[in-house]
């Protein structure tokens, strides 16, 4: 009895007696299998090292705290009251005045950054321009921290240099109720940072804008106000917000410079939660750090899903 082949015989020709082979539809499949399986993993390698930088950095911390938050931390049985304490009280004032903070650090930059990004886009020969105020807005927006509260402190500090050149001058600003060590400080503070950060994100959104569309507004007869208020602006607007979203995060997340600037003396839920890491606990409030961890997560969370949202409008227009 014929062993099976994995060929089917049809009828050659005399010159070809073997053309009528036909390869059966099982032959090469483990190769083609295998070909799939490394196109697969060759696809999907690149975002691997991404993908543990999230799992590792991200997920399993914010899984640690969001557990953490409802524990109690003597003897680890599930509990509501780190919540509790959390959202009352001093705590909550540092949720409150961390907000306040976050929304004049975020509206006050986005205004200027917006008005000194299209000043770069409307200027004419602004190629040196632009590279010039994208490299100092890169170097900028990454100055924090420490260096940038002392900086700020022997410049606009009670005995700070520039405080006392104004003071020669005849008006001194701490007689007139402001002070780097209060929330006006520290939004003063974070414009320095804020403002490059908005030039660099929303930029490139207005270059996303078409030379067409204003083009097309002109030759219908509409002026410059016209065109950003029924075709520049609406396009812009989802970017702009975006953008001082994007802001809003980064002043509420904030630690190092208002922690340096104040010593704590302003309540901020970002400099209790670090007192809370650092060890200055109340006996049986171990846990209520990761409370109000968790409370800044969900903020930042609703935060980032509006942010994504107005990113995808923006995209439709901007492609």
């Not at 509206?107 to 000194?116: C, D, M, N, T």
């Not at 405080?163 to 701490?174: A, E, P």
């Not at 219908?220 to 975006?242: I, Q």
């Amino acid at each position: 009895m014929p062993e099976p082949t994995d060929t089917v015989t049809a009828p050659g020709t005399l010159t070809d007696p073997g053309a009528g082979r036909i390869p059966s539809r099982h032959q090469g499949r483990p190769a083609s299998t295998a070909s799939a399986v490394v196109r697969a993993v060759a696809r999907y390698a690149g975002i691997l090292p991404f993908t543990a930088y999230v799992v590792l950095g991200l997920i399993i911390p914010m899984i640690a705290v969001a557990v953490g938050a409802f524990q109690n931390p003597d003897t680890g049985a599930w509990t509501t009251q780190n919540i509790d304490i959390a959202t009352h009280g001093v705590y909550l004032t540092g949720f409150r005045e961390s907000i306040i903070l976050s929304v004049f650090a975020a509206v006050l930059p986005a205004i200027f950054g917006l008005l000194i990004a299209y000043a770069i886009f409307t200027a004419k020969r602004a190629s040196l321009l632009r590279q010039v105020v994208i490299t100092m807005s890169g170097v900028f927006a990454n100055f924090g921290g420490v260096p940038l509260a002392f900086l700020f402190i022997t410049t606009l500090g009670s005995s700070g240099l520039e405080t006392q050149w104004l003071k020669d001058l005849g008006w001194d600003i701490y007689a007139g109720g402001f002070s780097l060590y209060s929330i006006t400080g520290i939004v003063v503070v974070y414009m320095y940072f804020q403002i490059p950060l908005m030039v660099l994100v929303i930029l490139p959104a207005l270059e996303g804008l078409k030379p067409a569309w204003r083009e097309a507004a002109e030759n219908l007869g509409a002026r410059s106000w016209s065109y950003w208020r029924y075709v520049g602006g609406p396009v812009l607007l989802p970017s702009v917000l975006g953008s001082t979203l994007l802001l809003f995060g980064f002043g509420l997340s904030a630690y190092a410079t208002a922690q340096a600037l104040t010593s704590g003396t302003v309540p901020l839920t970002a400099i209790q939660i670090g007192n809370f890491l650092s060890g200055n606990v109340i006996a049986g409030q171990g846990n209520v750090g990761q409370a109000l961890g968790l409370g800044m997560v969900v903020i930042i969370a609703v935060v980032m899903v509006f942010y994504v949202l107005l990113q995808r409008r923006a995209a439709k227009w901007l492609r």
